[in-house]
């Protein structure tokens, strides 16, 4: 398989851990690496968050070594914030900026930022331009639309703006995630423009993520990744054998204790967030569900682990 670029950065493979609030961070992006996701993006951050820079904030910007390449992936609403946060230096620990176009949050919609934007094509093509001038990698992931399939309209603009690559989540704003996504839609645009294109959106294993590839020239994979970030290591081999392996839940639960040493590590250990995820690990085996019940009660890490590890 030939080789994916984005601007000048080299991708090991064609498969993008994709950007999740309150799941993506320092920590989980080093796991899911580690089992073959050739790129990541921090969670979504509100422009204006990075430029008043707070406690949460520096704790999402935190990267490493083995955290490459990097996308810190942002959101906002007007041009000016977006002049400012070309400015700034920490951008330069990243290897690309991505603008979110697509989060449906009513919180953020609100703000006229994420799906909003798909309303005003013009102004992200203002965004990455200003971007683009400060020379930076600039890639942006957007919906079919935010009502309306606009798809085609917006992808044109950010290829004519200078972006380095898209990301197109194939559903509307409007539409559920229980909704299939039509990918359809990729391949369309896939014709129209010359940046490369990823898809996103119903990839679940092996199998699906052959199919887009086939279609884009990269898989982005979210929610099959939450609590197993095997997915990576099995669609690669599904798209080298032909076959993929049903992950063991012991798998499962040593990734997890090994997301908590890992945020150990970084100092980025959250009892809630440690909990939320714990969620999606602890699945899969007979009492599943009690463990998950008793983790909820759980009143710190240590004893997170130590319940944990009494279920090996
Ligand atoms: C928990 C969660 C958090 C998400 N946060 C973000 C985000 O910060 N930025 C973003 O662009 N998309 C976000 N998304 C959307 C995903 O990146 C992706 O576009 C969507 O889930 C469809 O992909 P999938 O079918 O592989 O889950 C989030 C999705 C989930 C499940």
């Known amino acids: 398989m030939k080789a994916l670029k984005i601007g000048n950065i080299k991708l ?16 989980y992006r080093v796991l899911c690496r580690r089992q073959g996701a050739a790129i990541a993006y921090t969670e979504m951050i509100y422009v204006d968050a990075i430029l008043h820079e707070n406690k949460k904030t520096l704790d999402m910007l935190r990267t490493s070594e083995e955290d490459k390449p990097i996308g810190i992936q942002v959101t906002g609403n007007n041009a000016g914030e977006f002049r400012k946060l070309s400015k700034l230096s ?12 697509g989060c449906p949050s009513s ?8 799906s909003y934007l798909l309303k005003t094509p013009d102004k992200i093509g203002e965004m990455i331009k200003i971007l683009k001038d ?15 399939n606009n798809v085609m309209e917006v992808s044109k603009k950010i290829n004519k703006a200078g972006a380095d690559l898209l990301t197109i989540h194939a559903r509307t704003a409007e539409q559920r995630s229980s909704e299939p996504a039509d990918w359809k839609w990729i391949s369309k645009v896939k014709n129209e423009i ?11 294993d092996g199998k699906s993520a052959a199919v887009m590839l086939d ?3 990269g898989a982005m994979i979210a929610g099959a990744a939450l609590g197993n970030p095997f997915v990576f290591r099995e669609a690669l081999r599904y798209l080298k054998t032909g076959k993929e392996k049903e992950v063991d839940y012991k798998e499962k639960i040593a990734a997890y204790l090994d997301y908590i040493n890992l945020a150990k590590k970084y100092g980025l250990t959250d009892l809630a967030r440690v909990k939320f995820l714990g969620g999606h690990f602890l699945r899969g085996f007979w009492g599943a569900s009690k463990a998950r019940w008793g983790l909820m009660g759980m009143k710190s890490v240590e004893d997170v682990v130590e319940f944990v590890g009494g279920i090996r």
Do not use: Q, Y
């Not at 919180?107 to 994420?114: M, S, T």
């Not at 010359?194 to 679940?204: F, L, Q």
């Open 12 to 27: 090991k493979n064609r498969l993008f851990l994709a950007p999740m609030v309150e799941v993506t961070d320092l920590p």
């Open 90 to 101: 920490l951008l330069r620990n990243f290897d690309l900026v991505d603008i979110n176009c």
């Open 107 to 114: 919180r953020i919609v609100g703000n006229e930022a994420g």
């Open 134 to 148: 400060s020379g930076l990698i600039v890639t942006a992931k957007i919906r079919l639309g935010f009502k309306n």
């Open 194 to 204: 010359g940046i490369p294109v990823v898809g996103n959106g119903g990839i679940v």
């Open 215 to 217: 279609i884009a020239d």
